[in-house]
Nanobody, 127 residues
Framework: QVQLVESGGGLVQTGGSLRLSCAAS????????MGWFRQAPGKEREFVAG????????DYQDSVKGRFTISRDNAKNTVYLQMNSLKPEDTAVYSC????????????????????WGQGTQVTVSS
């Protein structure tokens, strides 16, 4: 079992930055791929960024490429999402997730491929 707790959300102006953190409990965190997803009101949850177990492979939604960076620190059981040049359309609840598959080399893109989820943190970008 893995428990995930996000932090770092908040209100920021257009063009600003935020860094989200996702702290994981348990000894198995370092084995799992991690993902960040978001859900805006009235919209479906969507993949934002993912990173494999070692940090050697990452993937991003096209709309955030060049602005967002996902990283992980396995010694601290934490994954991060650095968000720069934020836009109002980035407003959503952001959730982190663990795929639960030990040492999978790639990045999983579908929400159904993730077994463990955090409660989410609100990010609001004002125009």
């Amino acid at each position: 079992q893995v428990q995930l707790v996000e932090s770092g959300g908040g209100l920021v102006q257009t063009g600003g930055s935020l860094r989200l953190s996702c702290a994981a409990s348990g000894r198995t965190f370092s084995r799992y791929g991690m993902g960040w997803f978001r859900q805006a009101p009235g919209k479906e949850r969507e993949f934002v960024a993912g990173i494999n177990w070692s940090g050697g492979d990452t993937d991003y939604q096209d709309s955030v490429k060049g602005r967002f960076t996902i990283s992980r620190d396995n010694a601290k059981n934490t994954v991060y999402l650095q968000m720069n040049s934020l836009k109002p359309e980035d407003t959503a609840v952001y959730s982190c997730a663990a795929d639960g598959s030990s040492f999978w080399a790639g990045v999983r893109l579908g929400a159904y491929e993730y077994s463990y989820w955090g409660q989410g943190t609100q990010v609001t970008v004002s125009s």
